[in-house]
């Protein structure tokens, strides 16, 4: 999340602090202490009437403090719930250094449920655990070390820091600028995160930078979440910049117990924001109805939903899946041509294609990119408008182009696309390829299906390498007469790698090393 998102909401939610009506719940302001001296800043609600209640611990986003649940924490309170929430270590009046979901957060999430036993009337049997962004994240990862949390609500989250950071070998520079930014304005980095982050701007001891974040995923401690077995419930963006769906998907099909899956068009934390301000919003129903069922046990009819639910791009409609296997019904292959001289660009095409090659000169960038972390996807999920570009302006000479022809019927993608590519280096021998999925209308305006950067770290030189990526997954309607556009680049300012300056990339198609794209169909 950016200091910029951070200081509107927190400007925002401060006027709720005064705005805010009475209600049937008490809230209060408390440090509450941990093993090592810590103290914690927190806000703490408990229903007015006698009895025991479910409780729910808050934990808040990067760069924000506890004002962050204000609205949302009042409202579950007056339901009947206590509720905690807390600014982690490290961030604005919280004590000690920050740790990034670490031993050291872990171990106080579980001292705050101690506290909340001790200090509330919390029935122990019914503890739930939520946040958007970082406190999501957290929830997750202290639901395999504290049995206790028997139901968890994850928006924005991430299952797999190594991918948020660097999927496909290739460094997001500016979702992890503005963390650090973020952490710097507003808290205190530890020294083991400077070290972290500027390792990774200097693109040195990769292995370490892989092993921080390991130890701060939840995909890491799958076995221990398995084995305790809270009810999940995770909602994600299909352009979330920085922790792409992806990650979400595999933690989600590996998951064994109540568990529900939602994707909705946006980048980070900007679906469920309206939430966050007190408005109706998807992602914060969801997380009401989740924590009824499997923490106040009242039957919402969300246990017996279709668990994984997307919201198609463009549109207002939800589609709902028994599984994530079942969301894609088909696939379509579409085999990358030759780039033909009088329009320097290819054809996707169904027939097999082989027996050509295409070489363009990397290092520049063209009108096809991601965009600006946080704004370019967030503005779609208030607009409905995906990203563009005007597909004849990308330079044949930085980028390689593939075109089908007008589409008979419309191809419904849901689910991740696949892409199969020979790629040979030029003599720079490490290389970043930026692909670039299109929906391209009559006039040559592409909207951004969606995108994937790959770098090839250990290429040598002159050596071909056949590379399989998947696109982040999308729920996204191609409509009938219009085209699919495949750019294929070298450098996107969202990320630190990029191909060298005046190096070339060749990119080619054999029998025995074909290139093609392959779309999930509904």
Known sequence: MSWLRAIAVSVVLSVCVVTTPASAA???????????????????????????????????????????YLVQAQQFANAGYVVVSYTPRGFYASGGT????????????????????????????????????????????????????????????????????????????????????????????????????????????????????????????????????????MANAYGDSFFGPNQLTDFYTRLSGPKRLELRPGDHAIPELTGILGLPNDAWTSMHRWFDQYLRGVDTGIASENPVQLQLRGQSTYESYPSWSAVSTGTARYNLSEVHWWNREGELLTGAQSGWS??????????????????????????GEPPTAWIPAVDRDNAGVWQSASLASPQRVRGAAHLRLTVTPGSSGQTTVIAYLYDTDWAGTGSLVTHIALTLRDAVAGQARAVDVDFPATAYDVPSGHRLS???????????????????????????????LTLPLK
């Open 98 to 233: 920050i740790d990034t979901a670490g031993p050291k957060d872990i171990g106080d999430l579980t001292e705050v449920i101690n506290w909340t036993l001790a200090n509330t009337p919390t029935e122990p049997t019914r503890i739930g655990a939520a946040g958007v962004s970082y406190g999501a994240g957290m929830a997750l990862i202290g639901a395999a070390f504290d049995s206790r949390i028997r139901a968890v609500a994850a928006l924005s989250c991430w299952t797999d820091l190594t991918y948020s950071l660097f999927a496909n070998q290739t460094r997001h520079l500016q979702s992890a600028g503005l963390l650090g930014l973020a952490a710097e304005l507003t808290g205190k980095p530890s020294p083991e995160l400077q070290q972290t982050l500027s390792d990774f701007f200097a693109n040195r001891n990769l292995p370490g930078v892989i092993a921080y974040s390991q130890v701060r995923s939840a995909a890491t401690y799958l076995t221990s979440i398995n084995t305790n077995r809270p009810a999940i419930l």
């Open 486 to 516: 495949l750019v294929i680049d070298t450098v996107d300012p969202l990320y630190a790698d990029k191909a060298p300056l005046f190096s070339t990339v060749k990119f080619s198609s054999s029998s025995s090393s074909p290139s093609y």
């Open 26 to 68: 008490s809230q209060r302001v408390v440090d509450i202490p941990t093993r090592d001296g810590v103290a914690l800043k927190s806000f703490v609600y408990t229903p007015d009437a006698p009895g025991r209640y479910p409780a729910i611990v808050f934990i808040t986003s990067w760069a924000l403090p506890n004002l962050e």
């Open 358 to 383: 295409a070489t363009v000169f990397a290092g520049d960038d063209t009108v096809a990119n991601g965009g600006v972390v946080l704004l370019t996807n967030g503005a779609e999920a208030i607009t």
